[in-house]
């Protein structure tokens, strides 16, 4: 399902890093979280000196710059790499609207127009999960995958694969959608890897998936990068090793779009065709945020 310029603007933030970027910044476990506290303080206390000494050599007006830098970083920091992480996952390029044909583009000679070398495209994939496991790698066979059932208890904090390696367990999700596009083309199938997490117990075959794609090609004949996956039966559940979607945005439209909601509901397969995920009575199963009535 295209996705239209606005929209996706709103979707994939350029503005300051979402909730669920700041978490990731400063880690899901205790591990993590000491490793960048340490990390924010040596760039802090170190700047600062470093800003000091510097001052003797470039003068004070430069060197208190980097100085207050290097000493708000706790702060700057999240910001930087959200920053860092949303340009690499567009590389750069215009999020461009799919309906905008050569008749509104800014091209005086018709031979220079290219539908392919416009910008990124957005669209909605929806599909249901047909294989989730766990392994060790995510280059491991099929023989070497775990099932999800053997990993009742299972936390980040006590993953044991990471104590003794370093390296912890991947989940392994495939996603298969057996519909034609818009577009004429045959439905695709998608395969993941992300760390392993205690939110990833409930996931199960069948359950419907949403994500947001990008192409550079309007038809989507490849793609130049995937975002978060979105299982609203298991919590709601978010998969994916960093969070490109502004979350709140997304979970808004399912709220009131029916559209959308039907067309994600409609890949649900077995127990999962009309299972609810949210506490509220909205008819999408999605809480509605009554403080914010529009997308941010």
Not at 23 to 42: D, I, K, L, P
Not at 101 to 109: A, Q, T
Not at 167 to 181: G, I, Q
């Amino acid at each position: 399902m295209p996705v239209d310029r606005d929209d996706l603007g709103q979707l994939i933030t350029k503005r300051l890093p979402t909730p669920a970027q700041y978490a990731t910044y400063w880690g899901r476990t205790t591990r993590e979280q000491y490793n960048a506290a340490f990390e924010a303080f040596g760039v802090s206390f170190l700047g600062v000196f470093a800003a000091y000494f510097l001052s003797f050599a470039i003068g004070q007006f430069v060197a208190t710059i980097l100085g207050m830098v290097a000493g708000f970083w706790v702060l700057l920091g999240p910001e930087l790499k959200a920053y860092q992480r949303n340009w690499e996952l567009t590389g750069g390029r215009e999020l461009v609207d799919p309906w905008t044909g050569k008749e509104d583009s800014l091209y005086d000679d018709d031979d220079d127009y290219d539908d392919d070398n416009r910008g990124l495209y957005g669209a909605f994939y929806f599909g249901r999960i047909s294989n989730v496991c766990v392994v060790e790698d995510p280059t491991d066979s099929p023989e070497d995958e775990y099932p999800l059932d053997d990993f009742e208890g299972y936390t980040m904090e006590t993953d044991e694969l990471e104590l003794l390696t370093g390296r912890p367990y991947n989940l392994r999700l495939l996603v298969t959608d057996d519909k034609t596009s818009d577009y004429g083309s045959d439905g695709r199938e998608l395969q993941i890897h992300a760390r392993m997490s205690e939110e990833y117990l409930d996931l199960d075959v069948g359950m419907p998936v949403c994500t947001l794609l990008l192409s550079a090609s309007q038809k989507f004949e490849s793609l130049a990068a995937l975002t978060d996956f979105f299982i609203s039966d298991a919590g709601p559940c978010w998969i994916g090793d960093y969070p490109y979607i502004d979350r709140p945005v997304l979970e808004r439209m399912f709220v009131k779009n029916d559209e959308l909601w039907d067309a994600l509901r409609d890949e649900g397969r077995g127990d999962w065709d009309d299972r609810e995920f949210i506490g509220a009575d909205n008819g999408n199963g999605i809480e509605e945020d009554d403080s914010d009535s529009e997308y941010r």
